[in-house]
């Protein structure tokens, strides 16, 4: 397909990146390591004891965390997670720290710096790899705006012996191939982040809020074995092979005609365009994007709309006790601001209470 029949099509990609990546690590700690396991087992009990459900911020080495009242369903006995990874760690636990490096981290830095940052950390706390970390899952996807959707779960051929189309209303939001070492998602990331993972900050990297399909793979270990992909040195070095076999021969989304042998179907314009994008992968311009600052956004507006609402409330209770037919929006500001400072306001909690949630946003979900 030349770029002049691209412009014509009716789909653009807006993103492609990591989307959450999974990782075992083989750590020893050194002589005078800070990692201390009876402290951490002491605080979860106390947290356990308090029946706090909230995580409780915690420093370690570098960085700062919180600390998970339970520990995971796997078997670790402690989980500490913060903007940048969520690790499942025990002390006699073999890989004994487990990390998951979620949405939010990998669309703000690469999936390689990360794995960096993990390093240092556990340097910092006195351990360090005595052999290779393992990756065991990789979610990688491609947001394409799609202006009208012409394709239906018929029009994909796949290897995968289980499929399933999700619907609402009538109207198709999800289409799943495959169930264990590789699933393809194509759904509609708009309903998807609406009714189901809030992650509104996506708005923002697209610059567009509606008509937007994620292609997604979920890969998993055995898979990532089979090309080689072990470390985070392989994933950079064998990406590209590893999602031109998805793309080209285990899913296909093609134009359905009569020719009983589906593989003779011509391929969907759109997955020309994937399968040309993944082939130059390595010079797709970099989208840099910063998940926090844009999450940070999103989250001001949303609160803005909320306070102006409630403030339009306000207004009119202070109109009906006055007797008045109006009110500016400088004087109902102002009218809140004083029942807070008289009903409500106190120096010192405010201050702790803010920091409380400047911990919460920077080391949980933001």
């Known amino acids: 397909m030349t770029s002049s029949e691209a412009e014509n099509q009716n789909f653009r990609l807006l993103l492609h990146g990591f989307d959450t990546i999974q990782c075992a690590y083989y750590l020893d700690p050194r002589i005078g390591a800070s990692l ?121 051929v796949s290897r995968a012996v289980k499929d399933s189309k999700y619907r609402e209303n009538g109207k198709v939001q999800t289409f799943t191939f495959g169930k264990d070492d590789i699933v393809l998602r194509v759904y509609d990331k708009v309903t998807e982040i609406e009714q189901q993972s809030d992650k509104a900050w996506f708005f923002i990297l697209w610059g567009e809020d509606k008509g937007i399909w994620r292609i997604e793979w979920q890969i998993r270990k055995d898979i990532l074995k089979t090309f080689g992909i072990v470390t985070f040195q392989n994933l950079k070095e064998r990406l590209g092979n590893l999602l031109q076999y998805l793309a080209e021969d285990h899913d296909t989304l093609r134009i359905p005609t009569g020719d009983s042998n589906r593989s003779r179907w011509l391929l969907h314009p759109l997955w020309i365009d994937l399968q ?5 992968l390595e010079n797709l311009e970099v989208c840099e994007v910063y998940g926090q600052t844009a999450s ?71």
Request: include cysteine.
């Open 276 to 280: 040309e994008k993944i082939k130059t």
């Open 36 to 156: 201390d396991f009876q402290m951490l087992a002491s605080l979860k009990e106390s947290l356990r004891q308090s029946k706090n459900k909230s995580p409780r911020p915690i420093i370690l080495g570098n960085a700062e965390f919180l600390l998970h009242p339970s520990g995971s369903p796997s078997g670790y006995p402690f989980i500490i997670s913060n903007e940048f990874f969520k690790i499942e760690l025990g002390e006699f636990n073999i890989p004994n720290f487990f990390v998951t490096f979620p949405s939010q981290a990998l669309w703000q830095d690469s999936a390689y710096n990360l794995h960096n940052k993990f390093i240092k950390w556990a340097a910092s706390v006195g351990y360090e790899q005595y052999t290779n970390e393992s990756l065991s899952r990789i979610d990688y996807c491609f947001d394409y705006k799609i202006e009208q959707l012409d394709f239906d779960e018929d029009s994909f």
């Open 296 to 366: 940070l956004e999103e989250r001001k507006m949303q609160i803005i709309i909320s306070v102006y609402g409630y403030l339009k409330r306000l207004a009119a209770i202070r109109c009906i006790q006055k007797k008045r037919n109006k009110i500016s929006l400088d004087d109902a500001g102002t009218y809140m601001n004083s029942l807070i400072k008289d009903k409500l306001h106190e120096p010192l909690s405010w201050q702790m209470d803010v920091e409380k949630r400047m911990k919460e946003m920077l080391l949980g979900e933001w």
